[in-house]
């Protein structure tokens, strides 16, 4: 396990998937999910895909290959390197087991930082291929509701940072289906967090004018600021009646019901040319 920790913050990632197992602030709130009988995890990280591929396959350069939900990554153990108190690089690479699977030489590393009341997550991908490697990439964070003790799921809402209509896109045997469906606000931004809005799976956004939602409460002053500017998809789920709501970045989801299962189509893959190296970040504020 690796510590990082600050005045405010201190922060424990597992190198099994480089893993964000806890996030405690100094005023006493353990901010993650503590892993339950609901669900065995934490943060998991979605690479090379986000979601389901269609009958988990898909094609490329004529082969075909088939990954889980979500990719190998998160089960995966992570080259560890601590840089300082406050800062850790986790890194995979691509091996013969992860070649069969996903054809790309590649470097895949998440660098956590802590940084006064914040803790931030970058993904950064090298490779040497001699020509373009595709994948996604995502996050997965599940953050504990209700904060505080004597307080309950319903007394939490999830704002955004722009009032904007908020349109779901709908999930079948989790795939994404082709049609949206509009969801309740307060003052248009607010989603008051009930268990029953993740009883149909996660609530897909896509191209959102917001890039940061927070988790707060009327019953008292403490929650967390979500930052996920840059990524162009965002999942919110939770499993049913769980304590937690995950809040997810993604450069891509699910497979569409009618995806020709060609990866190079799939929507939100990014395309690195060779030579070049990628990065973006999300972060968390707790307060």
């Known amino acids: 396990m690796i510590i990082l920790r600050n005045a405010y913050l201190t922060a424990s990632i597992h190198p099994v998937g480089a893993e964000l197992q806890s996030l405690k602030h100094a005023n006493g709130i353990e901010y993650m999910w503590q ?3 609901a669900w065995p995890k934490h943060s998991p990280v979605l690479f090379p895909i986000v979601g389901t591929l269609k009958d988990n396959r898909y094609y490329h350069e004529g082969n075909e290959y088939s990954l889980p939900r979500h990719g190998f990554a998160r089960e995966m153990e992570f080259e ?62 599940a953050f ?52 029953e809005l993740f009883y149909e799976d996660a609530i897909v956004l896509k191209h959102l004018q917001s890039s940061a ?15 996920f500017a840059g990524f162009p998809h965002l999942g919110i789920w939770a499993a049913k009646d769980a304590d937690f709501v995950c809040i997810e970045p993604w450069f891509g989801h699910a ?33």
Not at 102 to 124: G, N, V
Not at 275 to 280: I, P, R, T
């Open 80 to 141: 560890t390197t601590q840089l300082s108190e406050t800062e850790a690089l986790f890194t995979l690479t691509a091996n013969e087991e992860t070649l069969k699977k996903y054809p790309f030489h590649f470097q895949f590393s998440l660098r956590y930082t802590l940084k006064d009341d914040t803790l931030s997550c970058a993904y950064e991908v090298t490779h040497n291929n001699t020509s373009a490697i595709l994948f996604s990439v995502g996050g997965h964070p």
């Open 213 to 227: 939602v927070s988790i707060g409460s009327s019953k008292h002053t403490h929650g967390l600021s979500f930052q």
């Open 255 to 287: 497979d569409s019901i009618g995806h020709n299962q060609q990866l190079a189509d799939k929507e939100g893959i990014i395309s690195l040319p060779a030579g070049k190296e990628w990065s973006k970040a999300w972060s968390v504020r707790c307060y």
């Open 144 to 195: 504990a509701v209700p904060l505080t003790a004597n307080t309950s799921y319903e007394d939490h809402y999830l704002q955004f940072d722009v009032e904007e209509p908020l349109h779901r896109w709908k999930l079948q045997d989790g795939l994404l289906a082709n049609n949206t469906v509009p969801i309740s606000t307060q003052q248009g931004n607010i989603v008051p967090l009930q268990h």
């Open 35 to 37: 892993a339950g009988a």
